[in-house]
Nanobody, 121 residues
Framework: QVQLVESGGRPVQAGGSLRLSCAAS????????IAWYRQAPGKERELVAA???????NYGDAVKGRFIISRDIPANTVWLIMNSLKPEDTAVYYC???????????????WGQGTQVTVSA
């Protein structure tokens, strides 16, 4: 059974940094594609970043140059390193098991419970 558990979200001031973690069980991240999504109140869920089984990364336009997705294969964990945070980054951040196809990512049905990030001005 696939389980994705996010953690690391907390209140932070604009300009600050956070590191979110997605701990996976039931799968091996080395051979799977994983992504981070976020959803702000009243908005649709949007792709933040994805990392393929081969280590290729893709980013949403809103976070390019500020966020980094990486993985710790022995720990079976995917990280989202968030720098230069802005109030518009405030959202619940979710981990997803899906599929990368070139520059595109297709979400699968396995989601974590989410972790709240709140950025104050």
């Amino acid at each position: 059974q696939v389980q994705l558990v996010e953690s690391g979200g907390r209140p932070v001031q604009a300009g600050g940094s956070l590191r979110l973690s997605c701990a996976a069980s039931g799968i091996t991240i080395r051979i799977n594609d994983i992504a981070w999504y976020r959803q702000a109140p009243g908005k649709e869920r949007e792709l933040v970043a994805a990392i393929s089984s081969g280590g290729i990364t893709n980013y949403g336009d809103a976070v390019k140059g500020r966020f980094i997705i990486s993985r710790d294969i022995p720990a079976n964990t995917v990280w989202l390193i968030m720098n230069s945070l802005k109030p518009e980054d405030t959202a619940v951040y979710y981990c997803n098991l899906g599929h990368c196809r070139g520059a595109d990512y297709y979400a699968g049905s396995s989601w974590g419970q989410g972790t709240q990030v709140t950025v104050s001005a």
